[in-house]
């Protein structure tokens, strides 16, 4: 490994009488692992180096190593990167990443199957030259730790160092502030610890862990009774949810980690709130004849004898589906919401929209997936499907993902005759991950809240009734189940 900051070869004289330079104020990280090291050579060491705010995202500097060293009786030796400071009283945050069961590329921190995490957050000493073990050992392979945690010996806990328990200028995990971190030992019970439910260190404080699953409304709440048609998004300033339709004309924005419901502004039209979709920063959802973006107020008034549904973006256009005496999928761009394109549907009733590569896919009730340009021409439909209703694609040219009363099926891009059922049940919400390649599935026929990755399904919640949209960040997935909002850990 190399320095991210060049090494001065001398240094310069604060005064010119002072007999001497002083000591070069630097951190040292020192990466080892007890993994072969021919893992190490194949699949390689990634070392994420930024600010505590920036470490865990794509503006943190990357820098990868491929070389490893055998050591008897200790760790294998990895490499080591020095660290200089480029302002007074800064904090450097190292994450230390090794794929041991595939690419350290593919490696996901949100959900670390068969890679080692390990994070560090610390101050520079002036003048002083501080040396930063970092072991990614294999007791911590697939161990999920949140940002501002590490995994040590299979456990989180506060990947903070406390410079001044430095031995001698190594500051080695027992450094490590024992206070603000989680013990994930486990001895939580994750069924019930709102600070470690499901997994050691899944926090959902705001609001209830019943059964290893994050209830968001605090048990004081009352829970509304939502109808068919709530949906919900989430973004980063919370997670939002329509109510269906009812005489309740609101859209609900809940903490991330839980917490009372709030309703929204800017809806003016009576009736019930229907689909909901967000592009991680804004948030728009349907009610009766508008769409509305969260904050601003109604952007789109649509046809009075139309009924709006679903609702998709990816951030730079919109769709979504009206019924009512319209049956079509429209479409418009956000930046100029007067110009629609109208894709019109003969017969059945809508059921759930999606886009992606500037294409948006609608399902109906009459056995069709709606294939259509965003902005143009060129309507194509994959029909006999059983009832579909949620729909997820992946990414253009590979599959489409359909939810139908059947189960879920997968459907080669472009050959319509090509596709699978490749996860049962009845399934009417589905979102697909395209940086893990994970479908999450809202699985209504066993009451459950699947994923789905390279042919193996999981179950992340059971017994989870009335179901119907799903959405996901890099920490958790949601949804609604008996009216409230739910998470669990990805």
């Given at each position: 490994?190399?320095?991210?900051?060049?090494?001065?070869?001398?240094?310069?004289?604060?005064?010119?009488?002072?007999?001497?330079?002083?000591?070069?104020?630097?951190?040292?990280?020192?990466?080892?692992?007890?993994?072969?090291?021919?893992?190490?050579?194949?699949?390689g060491v990634d070392l994420h180096v930024g600010s505590p705010s920036t470490v865990d995202t794509p503006s943190s500097q990357l820098f990868g190593a491929?070389?490893?060293?055998?050591?008897?009786?200790?760790?294998?030796?990895?490499?080591?990167?020095?660290?200089?400071?480029?302002?007074?009283?800064?904090?450097?945050?190292?994450?230390?990443?090794?794929?041991?069961?595939?690419?350290?590329?593919?490696?996901?921190?949100?959900?670390?199957?068969?890679?080692?995490?390990?994070?560090?957050?610390?101050?520079?000493?002036?003048?002083?030259?501080?040396?930063?073990?970092?072991?990614?050992?294999?007791?911590?392979?697939?161990?999920?730790?949140?940002?501002?945690?590490?995994?040590?010996?299979?456990?989180?806990?506060?990947?903070?160092?406390?410079?001044?328990?430095?031995?001698?200028?190594?500051?080695?995990?027992?450094?490590?502030?024992?206070?603000?971190?989680?013990?994930?030992?486990?001895?939580?019970?994750?069924?019930?610890?709102?600070?470690?439910?499901?997994?050691?260190?899944?926090?959902?404080?705001?609001?209830?862990?019943?059964?290893?699953?994050?209830?968001?409304?605090?048990?004081?709440?009352?829970?509304?009774?939502?109808?068919?048609?709530?949906?919900?998004?989430?973004?980063?300033?919370?997670?939002?949810?329509?109510?269906?339709?009812?005489?309740?004309?609101?859209?609900?924005?809940?903490?991330?980690?839980?917490?009372?419901?709030?309703?929204?502004?800017?809806?003016?039209?009576?009736?019930?709130?229907?689909?909901?979709?967000?592009?991680?920063?804004?948030?728009?959802?349907?009610?009766?004849?508008?769409?509305?973006?969260?904050?601003?107020?109604?952007?789109?008034?649509?046809?009075?004898?139309?009924?709006?549904?679903?609702?998709?973006?990816?951030?730079?256009?919109?769709?979504?589906?009206?019924?009512?005496?319209?049956?079509?999928?429209?479409?418009?761009?956000?930046?100029?919401?007067?110009?629609?394109?109208?894709?019109?549907?003969?017969?059945?009733?809508?059921?759930?929209?999606?886009?992606?590569?500037?294409?948006?896919?609608?399902?109906?009730?009459?056995?069709?997936?709606?294939?259509?340009?965003?902005?143009?021409?060129?309507?194509?439909?994959?029909?006999?499907?059983?009832?579909?209703?949620?729909?997820?694609?992946?990414?253009?040219?590979?599959?489409?993902?359909?939810?139908?009363?059947?189960?879920?099926?997968?459907?080669?891009?472009?050959?319509?005759?090509?596709?699978?059922?490749?996860?049962?049940?009845?399934?009417?919400?589905?979102?697909?991950?395209?940086?893990?390649?994970?479908?999450?599935?809202?699985?209504?026929?066993?009451?459950?809240?699947?994923?789905?990755?390279?042919?193996?399904?999981?179950?992340?919640?059971?017994?989870?009734?009335?179901?119907?949209?799903?959405?996901?960040?890099?920490?958790?997935?949601?949804?609604?189940?008996?009216?409230?909002?739910?998470?669990?850990?990805?």
């Open positions: 490994m190399r320095s991210w900051h060049a090494l001065a070869a001398g240094c310069t004289l604060a005064l010119a009488m002072a007999p001497s330079c002083l000591d070069a104020t630097e951190i040292d990280a020192q990466v080892s692992t007890d993994v072969d090291c021919a893992v190490v050579a194949a699949n491929r070389s490893c060293t055998a050591r008897a009786g200790t760790d294998n030796w990895v490499g080591d990167i020095v660290a200089l400071p480029s302002g007074v009283d800064e904090a450097v945050a190292i994450t230390a990443v090794l794929g041991v069961d595939k690419a350290t590329d593919q490696c996901n921190l949100a959900q670390p199957d068969g890679c080692i995490v390990a994070r560090r957050l610390l101050g520079y000493i002036k003048h002083k030259s501080l040396r930063l073990p970092i072991e990614l050992r294999s007791d911590c392979k697939g161990v999920f730790c949140p940002s501002g945690q590490t995994c040590v010996h299979g456990a989180c806990k506060g990947a903070t160092v406390d410079t001044n328990s430095c031995n001698g200028a190594v500051c080695d995990e027992g450094s490590l502030v024992t206070d603000g971190g989680v013990d994930a030992s486990c001895s939580a019970d994750l069924t019930s610890d709102p600070k470690n439910c499901g997994k050691c260190g899944f926090d959902c404080s705001g609001g209830q862990c019943i059964g290893g699953v994050c209830n968001l409304l605090p048990q004081s709440f009352p829970i509304l009774q939502l109808t068919g048609g709530a949906c919900i998004a989430v973004a980063s300033s919370g997670v939002f949810y329509t109510t269906g339709a009812i005489s309740m004309p609101n859209v609900y924005q809940v903490p991330l980690n839980g917490g009372t419901p709030q309703p929204v502004a800017g809806n003016t039209v009576a009736g019930g709130t229907f689909g909901i979709a967000s592009d991680g920063l804004r948030v728009f959802y349907a009610n009766a004849t508008q769409i509305v973006q969260v904050g601003t107020g109604p952007i789109m008034q649509w046809a009075t004898n139309a009924t709006l549904s679903s609702v998709a973006t990816d951030g730079t256009n919109l769709c979504m589906q009206s019924y009512g005496g319209i049956l079509a999928t429209n479409c418009f761009a956000i930046s100029n919401p007067t110009a629609t394109s109208t894709f019109v549907h003969n017969s059945g009733t809508p059921g759930k929209v999606a886009m992606a590569g500037g294409v948006v896919y609608s399902s109906w009730s009459d056995g069709i997936v709606q294939q259509d340009p965003v902005q143009g021409s060129g309507s194509s439909t994959i029909p006999g499907l059983p009832a579909p209703d949620g729909i997820a694609i992946a990414t253009p040219g590979s599959a489409i993902f359909v939810g139908t009363a059947a189960g879920v099926y997968s459907i080669t891009q472009g050959d319509a005759g090509t596709s699978n059922t490749i996860v049962p049940g009845s399934a009417r919400g589905l979102a697909y991950d395209t940086k893990t390649q994970t479908l999450f599935i809202a699985n209504t026929g066993k009451s459950e809240i699947e994923s789905w990755q390279s042919g193996q399904i999981g179950v992340l919640a059971s017994n989870q009734q009335g179901l119907d949209c799903i959405t996901f960040d890099a920490q958790a997935v949601y949804w609604l189940a008996g009216g409230v909002p739910r998470k669990v850990a990805r």
